[in-house]
Nanobody, 125 residues
Framework: QVQLVDTGGGLVQAGGSLRLSCTAS????????MGWFRQAPGKEREFVAA????????YYADSVKGRFTISRDRTKSTVYLQMNSLKPEDTAVYYC??????????????????WGQGTQVTVSS
């Protein structure tokens, strides 16, 4: 089992920045990739970004490319999502996820085995 704790959400004005953190614990040695998804009110959960742990390859949804950056600190078993130039449409609950599946389709929600509790990001106009 892997436990994920995601933090860092909050209220920010449009154009501002936030950094989300996701710390993993438990049986993390088999983790292949970690990612971020988000769910806005009345909408389905969608892929935001992901990083593979073997090569640090990164993947982004088109809607956040150039504004969001996913990274990780191996020593802390932590993945970050730096969010810049935030827009009101980025408002959502953001969820950290981890997967031990291989191969996988990294942008698909069913690919992930473990989920954080979610952290609210609200961007005001």
């Amino acid at each position: 089992q892997v436990q994920l704790v995601d933090t860092g959400g909050g209220l920010v004005q449009a154009g501002g920045s936030l950094r989300l953190s996701c710390t993993a614990s438990g049986r993390t040695f088999s983790t292949v990739a970690m990612g971020w998804f988000r769910q806005a009110p009345g909408k389905e959960r969608e892929f935001v970004a992901a990083i593979t742990l073997s090569s640090d390859s990164t993947y982004y949804a088109d809607s956040v490319k150039g504004r969001f950056t996913i990274s990780r600190d191996r020593t802390k078993s932590t993945v970050y999502l730096q969010m810049n130039s935030l827009k009101p449409e980025d408002t959502a609950v953001y969820y950290c996820a981890a997967t031990q599946k291989s191969p996988l389709v990294i942008v698909r929600e069913p690919s992930y085995d473990y989920w954080g509790q979610g952290t609210q990001v609200t961007v005001s106009s």
